[in-house]
């Protein structure tokens, strides 16, 4: 049987999803053809990755663009619309971040192309559109992060009822320093992360908690559970990525290396699963032990706050996004403290006048109206 070769287009090829997912490119170079990219910045890892995979379609900011960027490759320069939609791209990879990606999805979807998405910020603020759309054109919403894609992962095969998601957490990079001191953090102790290599954005949202805010948001809308029946558990091993409960009281998890390559192979083949060379194995011996911990909601302050905005639906999940956008900004940039991201984002959400029953175009704007209040609320 001679296996059909796969169009894949990456939005954020030069990201961390973006890299490792064309890492897992290169290991099945007989299965998949890179048919377009798209990054906002990074010229120089986007031109290599372009001379690399020669894909048709190529877009990024092009008003600080290097001249003869795509000297020496036949792709065509474009939109990150086209780059998503293109008739040759069967699977369109969401790793962007923010939400530059929201209408390429919904896009996408009307055209009944499979999406495996890394971007949470797009879920959470149309998590109800893009599930509804996605139903309607018997299109694929597949989850790349490894807490999402474990929970997929347990359910398939299963008709019973879920009595309970179980999303873990690794605690993030501040776990064990003292609570008292968590507020005057420094951005070096923020990013080192004791088992995930990340990017600088996600690498703070695991500190705050945010991003596990979001993998809730997340999976209410991917799963359709509903809000009580989802529980976040730390777990500093990150060997478990999620579990799955069900009517009968078993409890089937997910386990494999703290790696994305894995998810992001299993989105790729799904329904199949190949073995990969590159991807370590689980050693459970090496490992010795798993533990758990409950949350501390004083340590995390953004995760019940987070919450509590996205319950209230309409326009706040949005405004959200917005405001973490930049406070982490402001944190990076040394002009807030770590201690004062929950405050600028709740200071933001207070500020914000709901938008009932809000279209795309709406949400989109309170998202940027979040990211600039957030801005000039820390100037």
Known sequence: ??????????????????????????????????????????????????????PEFVSCNQEHMPSKFLCGSNASLTDIETVATNEGSDIVVIATTGHV????????????????????????MAGDILTEQASHNMAKLMPLDSEPSAIWQCLQGESSSISKLVITA???????????????AKIHQVLNHPTWNMGTKITVDSATMMNKAFEVIEAKWLFGVPWDKIDVT?????????????EDGSTKAQLSPPNMKLPI?????????????????????TINKLTFEQMDPDRYPCFNMALDYAKKGNTWPSVLTGADDGAVQRFIEGKISFGEI????????????????????QRIEAANWGY???LELSS
Not at 234 to 246: A, K, L, Y
């Open 101 to 124: 990606a929201l209408k390429p999805i919904l896009n996408c979807i009307s055209l009944k192309k499979n999406i495996a998405i890394a971007n949470k910020e797009s879920i959470v």
């Open 234 to 246: 730390i777990h500093p091993q990150s060997i478990i990525h999620s579990m799955v409960e069900f």
């Open 372 to 374: 600039e209040k957030s």
């Open 170 to 184: 690794s605690g993030g990079a501040l776990r064990k320093v003292p609570t008292d001191s968590i507020p005057r």
């Open 1 to 54: 049987m001679v296996n059909r070769i796969t169009g894949v287009s990456v939005l954020g090829s030069t990201g961390s999803v973006g890299t490792q997912t064309l890492d897992v490119i290169r290991s099945f170079s007989d299965r998949f053809k890179v048919v377009g990219l798209a990054a906002s910045q990074s010229y120089d890892s986007l031109r290599q990755q372009v001379l690399e995979f020669a």
């Open 265 to 285: 192979q299993y989105a790729l083949f799904h329904p199949e699963r190949q073995e990969n060379k590159h991807s370590p194995s689980l050693d459970l011996e």
């Open 342 to 361: 929950p405050k600028l984002i709740e200071n933001t959400l207070t500020s914000h006048t709901e938008i009932v029953n809000p279209d795309v175009d």
